[in-house]
T-cell receptor, first 114, second 112 residues
């Protein structure tokens, strides 16, 4: 069974540009979560999607947005990139928003803003 | 918002030693989870705890859900070089749906 896949693995953008990160969940998983992991720090919750709806949002500015497609894959968009947006962005999936059994994470997208 | 204080931040131990790390919170959590992250990878779930006082083992790993529901610890016995990585605790509350709050991580280094 394929795990959570994220693309691209690395992304270099210039300050002010937009970045789009993609995530494919494990087959059968309807919930997708996005976390930001700045260098040397823990994971900060960004967004949670289930069945195409945004269920919860972390304490991030509106220029962080996303969506979930009918096939449950998801996209994270970061507009007006700032240097401090440089981080590892992790996507995770779980079977359902009612589950409490932890997530399966992808390997992440390393975003570097220069 | 909720905060998880994880300690120690880093540990450098000799192969074969036992390791202990813990997480504390000012808030109650309904579920405690422990993850390990290898360089360049996403975190991998090690142990999940669902009940206050619960003690669960996974091989050389043992974790406990504190009786107050505000803390958890992870022990690793007889450490080996492949235990190297960053260990994260994470807590979940029912009113936050599936959102997890993560600790800052414990970086474990093992000297052969």
């Amino acid at each position: 069974e394929a795990g959570v896949t994220q693309s691209p693995t690395h992304l270099i953008k210039t300050r002010g540009q937009q970045a789009t990160l993609r995530c494919s969940p494990i087959s059968g998983h309807t919930s997708v979560y996005w976390y930001q992991q700045a260098l040397g720090l823990g994971l900060q919750f960004l967004l949670w999607y289930d069945e195409g709806e945004e269920r919860n949002r972390g304490n991030f500015p509106p220029r962080f947005s996303g969506r979930q497609f009918p096939n449950y894959s998801s996209e994270l968009n970061v507009n007006a990139l700032e240097l401090e947006d440089s981080a590892l962005y992790l996507c995770a999936s779980s079977p359902s928003w009612t589950g409490t059994y932890g997530y399966t994470f992808g390997s992440g997208t390393r975003l570097t803003v220069v | 918002g909720q905060q998880l204080n994880q300690s120690p931040q880093s540990m450098f131990i000799q192969e074969g030693e036992d390791v202990s790390m813990n997480c504390t919170s000012s808030s109650i959590f309904n579920t405690w989870l422990w993850y390990k992250q290898d360089p360049g990878e996403g975190p991998v779930l090690l142990i999940a705890l669902y009940k206050a006082g619960e003690l669960t083992s996974n091989g050389r790993l043992t974790a406990q859900f504190g009786i107050t529901r505000k803390d958890s610890f992870l022990n690793i016995s007889a450490s080996i070089p492949s235990d190297v990585g960053i260990y994260f605790c994470a807590g979940q509350t029912w009113n936050a749906g599936n959102m997890l709050t993560f600790g800052g991580g414990t970086r474990l280094m093992v000297k052969p």
